[in-house]
């Protein structure tokens, strides 16, 4: 079964798309975290940076090129922003297709909470 964001590169349910090529799409997360919470996905469905293969190199990098386009565009590429991908259960992982969240637009903070190790 196709993921949900394969349904909104799709078009078959509706995303805020900020930025689309031929390997990867990006749309605005639906539950903001930051100012800026866009997701980087791939256009074809890798469930998990653990199904990754050497034949995806392309579409990773140009994941980075999108991120870096995108923030310009946002106008947070000069104060910064946080590049995260989650994977699998201990990573928080809840959609089961590759992606890099883009958050920026205030202050992010230290990456973790030191609540424990
Ligand atoms: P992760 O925990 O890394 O798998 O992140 C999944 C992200 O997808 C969360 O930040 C959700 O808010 C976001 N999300 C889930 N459904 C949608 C949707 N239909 N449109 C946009 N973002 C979504």
Redesign the pocket.
């Given at each position: 079964m196709a993921s949900?964001?394969s349904k909104?590169i799709a078009g078959e349910?509706p995303?805020d798309i900020v930025y689309r090529d031929d390997l990867v799409t990006a749309?605005?997360?639906?539950?903001p975290?930051a100012p800026t919470?866009i997701?980087i996905v791939p256009n074809k469905e890798i469930p998990s940076v653990n199904d990754v293969t050497a034949a995806d190199e392309a579409v990773l990098g140009r994941m980075f090129l999108a991120a870096q386009q995108i923030a310009a565009q946002e106008g947070i590429a000069d104060n910064g922003y946080r590049l995260?991908?989650?994977c699998g259960q201990h990573?928080?992982?809840?959609?089961l297709h590759v992606?890099m969240?883009l958050m920026g637009g205030r202050p992010l903070g230290p990456m973790l909470y030191r609540t424990s190790r």
């Amino acid at each position: 079964m196709a993921s949900i964001f394969s349904k909104i590169i799709a078009g078959e349910i509706p995303g805020d798309i900020v930025y689309r090529d031929d390997l990867v799409t990006a749309f605005r997360d639906i539950n903001p975290q930051a100012p800026t919470h866009i997701l980087i996905v791939p256009n074809k469905e890798i469930p998990s940076v653990n199904d990754v293969t050497a034949a995806d190199e392309a579409v990773l990098g140009r994941m980075f090129l999108a991120a870096q386009q995108i923030a310009a565009q946002e106008g947070i590429a000069d104060n910064g922003y946080r590049l995260i991908v989650n994977c699998g259960q201990h990573g928080h992982q809840e959609v089961l297709h590759v992606h890099m969240h883009l958050m920026g637009g205030r202050p992010l903070g230290p990456m973790l909470y030191r609540t424990s190790r």
